[in-house]
């Protein structure tokens, strides 16, 4: 070999290997260069879903009409939501117990693109689920949501429409009526146009047909028509029964003045509404736990569960529900409740004064 040329070839294989690394190097700081870019990117939109996780989730709820139940159930459906920690925008609404009041209301969250929306009694949220047919909606005190068709079947709810149930125990109130009272003939109000209230008609029917009790029933159209219909049967009937009506609790004071005059008792399935006396008795679950429950069926479909994977809830514990004696009204009907009845009331109505257990 040509002593001279070594030099030369080692020259030449250095300056290869310098471009092969050279060449490398750019290679690699390309190579970083992309992953960084990557890495960016991904971590702006991980910043961005969490950003978006965060971004207040737009609540619509609505009830049919303003009155004590309701008012509670209302407040309940919120303090869930609170105390669940959902980060929410939330616009309540009252139709006032007007059907199309009820379905501007539900327009008004279309066009508002709520996330979801809670309907409190079936009107409200018979006019949501028509409005929102792809936006969740939970229905809260609604006796029979099958035959309002808000759901298909009790077992589970339909795509974006669950809620929650305030079926009271109907033939055993009337039961306890005829013994503590001694009814023979009963009478019972109800809103012809509303499907609670249609539901709850027949399920009276039955129990007074059960308990030998004959029924004289008059219905309503709105509130304003209840003092006039309270007056019509007060004369035929021993007492007056009251199922979960939204109408005639909207302007109950009437009916109670009518009946207290007449000294003929009446029973409230809802307790909440006659904390100022003038029922006899009142059984019924709280509102209030009805509210709580219901906002809780909405906190987990916030949290992603499918409302046709939550079956329709009953409040059916003895601590959601609530027996109340009006002892005062119990006097102004000559009427003794017995004391194994007054032993398990957790409520207490006597001189103008409601005392809790």
């Not at 046709?308 to 514990?317: G, W």
């Amino acid at each position: 070999m040509n002593n001279r040329r070594v030099p030369v070839l080692m020259s030449v294989l250095g300056c290869a290997v310098m471009v092969f690394w050279g060449g490398c190097t750019k290679k690699a700081d390309r190579a970083t260069a992309t992953e960084s870019t990557a890495a960016a990117e991904s971590t702006a939109q991980q910043a961005e879903t969490a950003e978006q996780t965060a971004s207040p989730v737009r609540v619509g709820i609505a009830k049919i009409v303003q009155h004590e139940a309701l008012d509670a159930c209302e407040q309940g459906v919120q303090d869930a939501l609170k105390a669940r920690g959902i980060n929410a925008i939330i616009d309540v609404q009252n139709a006032n117990g007007d059907v199309n009041t009820a379905a501007q209301i539900a327009n008004k969250f279309k066009n508002d693109k709520v996330d979801i929306a809670v309907g409190i009694a079936t009107p409200m949220a018979q006019a949501l689920v028509n409005a929102l047919p792809a936006t969740p909606v939970v229905f809260a005190a609604v006796t029979d949501p099958v035959a309002a068709k808000l759901v298909a079947t009790l077992e589970h709810g339909d795509a974006y429409v669950t809620g929650l149930s305030d079926a009271i125990p109907t033939a055993d109130h009337i039961a306890l009526f005829k013994e503590i009272a001694g009814i023979k003939t009963l009478g019972y109000i109800y809103t012809s146009s509303e499907a609670n209230s249609i539901s709850a008609l027949t399920i009276v029917e039955e129990a007074c047909k059960v308990q030998g009790i004959a029924l004289v029933t008059q219905s309503i159209n709105n509130s304003s028509e209840l003092r006039q219909a309270a007056e019509a049967i007060v004369n035929r009937v021993d007492g007056i029964y009251l199922t979960t009506d939204n109408t005639v609790y909207s302007a109950l004071p009437a009916l109670i003045q009518v009946f207290g005059n007449a000294k003929k008792p009446l029973f409230s399935g809802d307790v909440t509404s006659v904390f100022d006396g003038g029922s006899m008795i009142a059984s019924g679950f709280n509102y209030y736990k009805a509210g709580v429950a219901s906002g809780n069926i909405a906190a987990d479909i916030i949290d992603g569960k499918k409302a046709s994977e939550i079956p329709v809830k009953f409040l059916s514990e003895p601590s959601e529900s609530d027996l109340l004696f009006d002892l005062d009204a119990a006097k102004n009907c000559g009427i003794t409740i017995p004391q194994k009845y007054l032993d398990q009331a957790n409520y207490i109505f006597e001189n103008g004064t409601l005392t809790s257990r």
